[in-house]
């Protein structure tokens, strides 16, 4: 009878702990923002101003595209360090050809698209034949880099038509146009990854990919899928780039892959595979953006920037370790 009294008391006092662990496990990032926005009201009150709200959004519209798209990646069990390289020759193949007179807006836009997914095609047939994504993307990202040199001739491309220019750097109904596209493209992925059977497999094959095998997933296909997915994110990115520069750069998305990277890190994704949303990666990339404007409008050096933020990716990581034990 005592031991049965003694196992209630136990068992009512961890249950407190059980909840604590809960919460943590599946709120800890969305706490963080809001811990992190609070603290950037107090030590700055331009920060909830709307029109730097609006700011903090549109400066991460391009890196959480980018990042979707590495979400799915990671989710399978590889990463993708080619789309800074992506966005760079996305960039100078349709400021090529969006120039007045020359073609139609949906001209550049769709050779732009094609060009990142035959990218990512490329990244996914070298990755199916059991070469690793780190050393398959890495040949990419430098390929593509140079390519986008070659093609551009080192120098910036300008130019463009006013419908080309509105895409990156227009506003309807007073909010930037590169918000709604990221609102529409992380809805997309969403469904994509929680609603369809390819969202299914990718969990699979980053699950338990020779379980995935067993039961019939055809592994090659789905891993070239994602990676051309991926490679249409950076070229999405990198048509947004370009327009908000007004420049096709061959030296464009320098580090966005690491940005893109971190904020699925930082948003809960598992670097192991088998893991991530695209909810949480727009945390992630929210997170980042909050520090980054925050820590601006505080006057806080670069330097010390980057230091805080690679704090902040080993914390994510440290995290995702206690996640899954």
Known sequence: MKNDINSHNEATADKPKEILMNILQNYSMPIVLLIMVTLMTILSPQFLEPRNL?????????????????????????????????????????????????????????????????????????????IPPFIATLG??????????????????????????????GYILGIPVPIFILAVIAVIAHILLRRTKFGKYVYAI?????????????????????YMFSGIMAAIAGI??????????????QGYELDAIASVVIGGTSLSGGVGTISGTVIGALIMGVLNNGLDLLHISAYWQ???????????VFMDKLRRK
């Open 306 to 316: 980057q230091i805080v933020k690679g704090i902040i990716i080993v914390g994510a």
């Open 206 to 226: 980053g699950g338990n990919e020779q379980a995935a095998i067993i039961s019939g997933i055809n592994i090659k296909k789905y891993k070239v899928l994602t």
């Open 54 to 130: 609006l700011n903090v959004v549109r400066q991460i519209s391009i890196i959480a595209i980018v990042a979707f798209g590495e979400t799915l990646v990671i989710i399978t069990g590889g990463i993708d360090l080619s789309t800074g390289s992506v966005i760079a020759l996305v960039s100078v193949i349709t400021a090529s050809l969006a120039h007045p007179g020359q073609y139609m807006l949906i001209v550049p836009i769709l050779v732009g698209i094609l060009s990142g997914a035959a990218m990512g095609f490329i990244n996914g047939i070298i990755v199916s034949r059991d």
């Open 140 to 169: 990419m990202m430098t390929a593509a880099r140079g390519a986008a040199l070659i093609y551009s001739g080192g120098r910036p491309i300008t130019g463009f038509t006013p419908a080309f220019d509105f895409i990156g750097r």
């Open 240 to 253: 947004l780039l370009t327009s908000r520069l007004s420049a096709g750069q061959p030296t464009a998305g």
